[in-house]
């Protein structure tokens, strides 16, 4: 496959090189979307139920296609230069109203505007700038008309969907408004995610590999950051979380958690990804970085909702004056969260390296099964249980690869010095 047809520079538009990072006006908008993955709990916590999962994961995998759309954005042009932060900020409004209105994107509340009305309108604005933005940064690389078919078409048939959405009300009976509606949704996230199918036939390439990677990394950070602000914040059930030292021991332990998952996803994995995503070349770039990135980083965020959400009840239930054991679905979530947040560590390792992580494999299984018997312990020994396995892991990992972890931390030293070398000899000569 030839490479891609050079993006014209203009007044309007920077092309993106292939030592690009992440600007800081791309992490400022990253803050309004990840607050909106997070109010995704919101939606689930008032009543926990199969169905409130499932509209949280359909709600989480529809906000994440646009962050992931508006970061494919800035991989192509730099999102600080010319028109694109006014794209930016309307992206911005829209994501911050989608994310209020999160809690009633399926049913109305009394006295309110229209909630799946509010929501559907605020995703079909954001939408609709992140669209025309990359379509107009594409047409100014050049591409065809039939190049821009594949990209704009899922787009508008998943729009058509999110309008039937909003106005299922008007056409189907009330008792089965719930249903039909969360399965518009579905439909229109399958075709949105049909997008990333087509993107090898479109001749998109990964400008700037190191952009790509930090930015997702970033929003994993930024994620668990907010993780532990939602855990600081304590459930919406109380006006303040009592000054008890069950409430405090809960607080650090999943301070604790939070703080091995980071552990897990930054120490060695990302880093070695990164690298490997550099070393590739051609069509293999573009498939490497949709289901690395794309596809199976968005695991790993619904991990770390379900985590936060997790963390939240267990608060709740540490709070109250008698301590009982957690409610199955809290232990459920909780311990889903973790365990899906180590399976995607395992599918990125092996989609990356062909590699199987077994000790993350086998952790992630430990905490699946655990889940039975936690149900039966009290809040605070169910919490310990799991970070005891998630420690358990960090320190495996540590140890059991010393010399995988050394050659690669080694590597990324040399990196950084090689950069500060070449940016202190720029600043010499031109400053």
Same mark, same amino acid.
């Given at each position: 496959m030839s490479a891609p047809p050079p993006l014209r520079r203009s007044r309007w538009l920077?092309?993106?090189?292939?030592?690009?990072? /992440?600007?800081?006006?791309e992490l400022f908008f990253d803050l309004i979307f990840v607050f909106a993955f997070l109010n995704v709990a919101g939606l689930v916590s008032a009543e926990v139920t199969t169905q409130a999962v499932l509209s949280g994961?359909?709600? $989480?995998?529809?906000?994440?296609?646009?962050?992931?759309?508006?970061?494919?954005?800035?991989?192509?042009?730099?999102?600080?230069?010319?028109?694109?932060?006014?794209?930016?900020?309307?992206?911005? =409004?829209?994501?911050? /109203? $989608?994310?209020?209105?999160?809690?009633?994107?399926f049913l109305n509340q009394p006295d309110d505007l229209t909630g799946p009305v509010v929501f559907a309108v605020a995703y079909l604005v954001l939408r609709a700038l992140t669209l025309a933005a990359f379509l107009?940064?594409?047409?100014?690389? !050049?591409? *065809?008309?039939?190049?821009?078919?594949? #990209?704009?078409?899922?787009?508008?048939?998943?729009?058509?969907?999110? &309008?039937l959405a909003a106005s299922v009300s008007r056409w189907v009976p009330a008792e089965a408004?719930?249903?039909?509606?969360? &399965?518009?949704?579905? %439909?229109?996230?399958? /075709?949105? +995610?049909?997008?990333?199918?087509?993107?090898? +036939?479109?001749?998109?390439?990964?400008? @700037?590999?190191?952009h790509w990677a930090e930015r997702h990394s970033l929003i994993v950070i930024i994620a668990l950051g907010e993780a532990v602000i939602s855990l600081g914040l304590g459930p919406g059930r109380f006006d303040r979380l009592a000054l008890t030292t069950? /409430? #405090?021991? !809960? @607080?650090?332990?999943?301070?604790?958690?939070?703080?091995? $998952?980071?552990?897990?996803?930054?120490?060695?994995?990302?880093?070695?990804?990164e690298q490997?995503?550099?070393?590739?070349?051609?069509?293999?770039?573009?498939?490497?970085?949709?289901?690395?990135? *794309?596809?199976?980083?968005?695991?790993?965020?619904?991990g770390i909702v379900g985590t936060a959400l997790g963390l939240k009840l267990v608060l709740e239930a540490v709070a109250m004056p008698e301590a009982e054991p957690l409610p199955w679905p809290a232990?459920?979530?909780? +311990? &889903?969260?973790?365990?899906?947040?180590?399976?995607?560590?395992?599918?990125?390792?092996?989609?990356?390296?062909r590699r199987l992580r077994a000790t993350t494999l086998i952790a992630a299984v430990v905490v699946g099964l655990l889940a039975v018997p936690a149900a039966a312990l009290t809040p605070l020994v169910a919490l310990a249980v799991l970070v005891s396995v998630c420690g358990a892991l960090v320190v495996i990992q540590r140890f059991s690869a =010393?010399?995988?972890?050394?050659?690669?931390?080694? @590597?990324?030293?040399?990196?950084?010095?090689?950069?500060?070398? %070449?940016? *202190?000899?720029?600043?010499?000569?031109?400053?």
């Open positions: 920077r092309p993106v090189m292939p030592g690009s990072r /992440v600007t800081r006006l994961v359909v709600v $989480l995998a529809l906000l994440w296609w646009c962050w992931t759309t508006f970061a494919t954005l800035g991989n192509l042009v730099r999102a600080d230069y010319g028109l694109l932060p006014m794209f930016g900020l309307g992206v911005m =409004a829209a994501a911050f /109203v $989608l994310a209020i209105a999160i809690p009633q994107a107009y940064a594409l047409s100014a690389a !050049g591409r *065809s008309r039939r190049q821009l078919m594949l #990209i704009s078409l899922p787009a508008a048939l998943a729009a058509v969907l999110v &309008g408004v719930l249903d039909v509606r969360l &399965g518009l949704w579905a %439909a229109a996230l399958l /075709v949105e +995610y049909s997008v990333g199918l087509f993107l090898p +036939y479109t001749r998109w390439a990964v400008a @700037s590999a190191g069950t /409430v #405090i021991t !809960g @607080s650090v332990l999943g301070v604790a958690l939070l703080a091995t $998952l980071w552990w897990l996803h930054f120490d060695t994995l990302l880093p070695s990804v490997a995503m550099h070393g590739t070349r051609g069509p293999e770039r573009i498939t490497l970085a949709r289901d690395v990135f *794309s596809y199976l980083h968005f695991v790993a965020i619904v232990v459920t979530i909780l +311990y &889903g969260g973790v365990a899906l947040y180590l399976l995607a560590g395992v599918a990125v390792a092996a989609r990356t390296f =010393a010399d995988a972890r050394a050659r690669i931390k080694a @590597s990324v030293h040399a990196e950084e010095r090689a950069v500060e070398v %070449a940016a *202190s000899e720029w600043r010499r000569q031109h400053l």
